[in-house]
């Protein structure tokens, strides 16, 4: 298979992501403000992958890390089938409840902003601030990213890991 | 793709059952959901058919507790094996960190596992993954049925790269979780192979000397596990090692933007006054002008709920995203008021409507400046003589 070489987001998404504890403190900044603004109920930055980066606002009613998988494959799935229709993705994902809604916004080429609101405000108004948010949080993940950082885990942090895996079972 | 998060000090992988359909993923996760401690395990959450047929994936948080201060905790993944579900099967695998392929034992199925098998690695390549380099391990499940085809057999049709291979009979758990503790410990050690920065390829434990002649020559045979794992009751379990509140961690409030701090240069010029929503203070951000961010271009519908019609500027990086808050009696900022209409809008809020193009003309500011004087004298000179004529003229 050959392959031109990669861009920017491209290498982003194929490095796996280490973030330190300033790192999601911008992160969690921005979206502060960005839920001030929309007056949305709570934003998660979930990894593509399924991974949740960190959650603001109001807590889940059920396991975050649940809503963040369901979140990254409804946009895997999204964006099949937009490369289906001939598009290169749809950016933005909306699902409207009685009550409560959810927009899906995606955020450079591996992260994805979910906002939760209600009748408090409206889609329009998370659109158009979640937009701006995107760009200001594509700005911090690639500067996480252009860092040469190592995760320094602990030299026995496998092993010690199998050993909790063992004691599980 | 390993998350590794030291500000919530978490480390996630994800794990990926694959295999062709039927042949016992499901049952796996279902097995570790049943057995694994309340504390330790999330929802299992399946996205199915009516018949219990995968149709996207099934999926599983189980969380190892606090491994050397990290939080620990494995996203446990299946995909539909049916063929023609390709297409979700590949969205399934992005950012995996290690595979445990379900082969089904029956000799009826060896072409379907081949398949599979032949599959994954197709949907790996369009990664830039591969079987050769990732964390895997195979399940030889349904090993009590009477048409199983002997374990040498399948290990050298399914298993070219020397994965930790395991017998299993799913649906009464044995074997389950001795697979899941092998792959886990596969992924784990890639982990700190990685984190050392080594571009080492992944060596499979098992697997003394990888890719040494023929498959057949494999040297390890796949051992059957000890005993079938008895189906436990949780009290025994130790209490997990879990930090206090709920499972996930995340503080429930969070810090609302009545900060203290000066915010100066605001990005969004402005925030729309609503009334207060549990959102913690209003914020009053009039005027903000910041070079390169947002620019406030109509200020006068502050305070009244509606939005600002904004007009973006993008020469410059953005600046940092921060808010002005209006001080009590602080004059408005001198913004600059852009002469091209506003290029993008806020939406409305609520009910109310931004009225960009109600905005009124600009008018001469005639207490600024005494240019317009003379003109007064002029006009007052010429009406002046005209009444005198015509005073003149009538009388």
């Known amino acids: ?29 921005e979206i502060d403000t960005f839920l001030e603004l929309s007056k949305a109920r709570c934003a998660l930055l979930v990894d593509r992958d399924g991974h949740l980066v960190t959650r603001r606002g109001e807590p889940v009613r059920t396991s975050e890390e649940t809503v963040s998988a369901l979140i990254a494959g409804s946009f895997a799935a999204t964006r099949e089938m937009a490369r289906l229709l001939g598009e290169n993705e749809f950016a933005i994902l909306f699902h409207q409840g009685t009550r409560d809604s959810i927009q899906l916004q995606l955020i450079g080429e591996r992260t994805l902003l979910a906002t939760l609101f209600d009748g408090r405000t409206n889609l329009g108004m998370v659109r158009f601030y979640a937009q701006e948010t995107a760009g200001r949080i594509t700005d911090v993940l690639h500067e996480i990213h252009s860092q040469n950082r190592s995760a320094d885990l602990n030299a026995d942090f496998s092993s010690r890991a199998e050993d909790a895996l063992d004691k599980l079972f | 793709m390993v998350q590794i998060n030291f500000a ?8 990926v059952y694959y295999g062709p359909g039927m042949s016992g993923k499901t049952t796996n996760l279902e097995v570790i959901h049943q057995r694994a401690p309340e504390g330790n395990r999330g929802d299992l959450t399946s996205i199915s058919t009516d018949g219990d047929r995968t149709l996207f994936f099934d999926y599983m948080p ?27 099967r590949k969205l ?10 379900i082969a089904d034992s029956s000799a009826s199925m060896v072409n379907q596992n081949l398949e599979s098998l032949r599959n994954l690695e197709e949907n790996l390549n ?4 591969s079987l050769a380099t990732l964390p895997h391990a195979i399940q030889l499940n349904k090993r009590d049925l009477p048409d199983a085809m002997p374990v040498e057999e399948l290990g050298r049709l399914l298993n070219p790269h020397n994965a930790p291979m395991f017998e299993a009979i799913a649906n009464t758990g044995q074997g389950v979780f001795p697979t899941l503790k092998a792959l886990a410990a596969s992924v784990l050690k890639n982990i700190m192979n990685e984190s050392g920065q080594k571009a080492a390829a992944y060596q499979p434990p098992s697997a003394p000397a990888p890719h040494t002649g023929a498959p057949h020559a494999r040297p390890s045979v796949p051992q059957r596990p000890n005993a079938p794992a008895p189906v436990r009751p949780t009290a025994p379990f130790p209490p997990a090692a879990h930090p206090p509140g709920p499972m996930h961690g995340l503080q429930p409030s969070y810090p609302h933007l009545s900060s203290p701090a000066p915010m100066a240069g605001g990005f969004y010029g402005g925030a729309p006054a609503a009334p207060p929503m549990g959102h913690g203070q209003p914020l009053h951000a009039p005027h903000a002008h910041a070079p390169g961010g947002m620019q406030l271009a109509q200020p006068g519908a502050y305070g009244t709920g509606t939005p600002h019609a904004l007009s973006q500027t993008r020469s410059q990086p953005r600046p940092a995203l921060s808010l002005t808050v209006a001080k009590p009696g602080a004059p408005p900022a001198p913004a600059p008021r852009p002469q091209r209409a506003a290029t993008t809008q806020a939406p409305a809020a609520g009910k109310g409507r931004a009225h960009a193009s109600k905005a009124k003309p600009a008018e001469p500011q005639k207490t600024s400046s005494g240019k317009f004087t003379p003109v007064l004298i002029m006009g007052g000179a010429c009406l002046g003589a005209v009444l005198a004529w015509v005073l003149m003229n009538v009388l």
């Open chain 1, 1 to 29: 298979m050959s392959r031109e070489p990669m861009s920017r987001d491209e290498n982003l998404r194929n490095s796996r992501l280490v973030f330190y504890e300033n790192d999601v403190q911008r992160l969690n900044a």
């Open chain 2, 8 to 15: 919530q000090k978490s480390v996630n992988l994800k794990v």
């Open chain 2, 62 to 88: 189980l969380d190892l507790g606090t491994v050397a201060g990290m939080r620990t905790a494995f996203q446990l993944y299946t995909v539909p094996g049916q063929v023609y579900y390709n297409s979700t």
């Open chain 2, 92 to 101: 399934v695998l992005q950012g995996v960190d290690g595979i445990i392929f």
């Open chain 2, 126 to 129: 369009e990664y830039g993954k």
